[in-house]
Nanobody, 128 residues
């Protein structure tokens, strides 16, 4: 099993940028489908972006498409979420997740339980 630790959250003004990192230990992310989810208190955890375990194909929720970019480093030990043009509605706790149960990633809420490796979360607050 891989262990995941997020970092990079914080307070940013609307229109600003942040890059979240998710460091993997115990295994590399090369064989994992990976994803970023976010959760606002009292609401369901929602998927924002994911990347297949092969060919690094990516998928994005419509609310972040064109603003967020998911990536992995060449060593496959860290995944990132670059967030640009941030909006107040992006405020949430962000979680990274990984799974080997499927190779084609998904941000469908129905498939969220199939991500069996999760980080502890990092708070992102977008406010002036």
């Amino acid at each position: 099993q891989v262990q995941l630790v997020e970092s990079g959250g914080g307070l940013v003004q609307p229109g600003g940028s942040l890059r979240l990192s998710c460091a993997a230990s115990g295994a590399t992310l090369g064989n994992y489908a990976v994803a970023w989810f976010r959760q606002v208190s009292g609401k369901e955890r929602e998927g924002v972006a994911c990347m297949n375990s092969y060919l690094d194909i990516t998928y994005y929720d419509e609310s972040v498409k064109g603003r967020f970019t998911i990536s992995k480093d060449n060593a496959k030990t860290t995944m990132y979420l670059q967030m640009n043009s941030l909006k107040p509605e992006d405020t949430a706790v962000y979680y990274c997740a990984a799974t080997t149960l499927f190779s084609r990633c998904s941000i469908d809420p129905i498939r969220r339980p199939e991500y069996d490796n999760w980080g502890q979360g990092t708070q992102v607050t977008v406010s002036s």
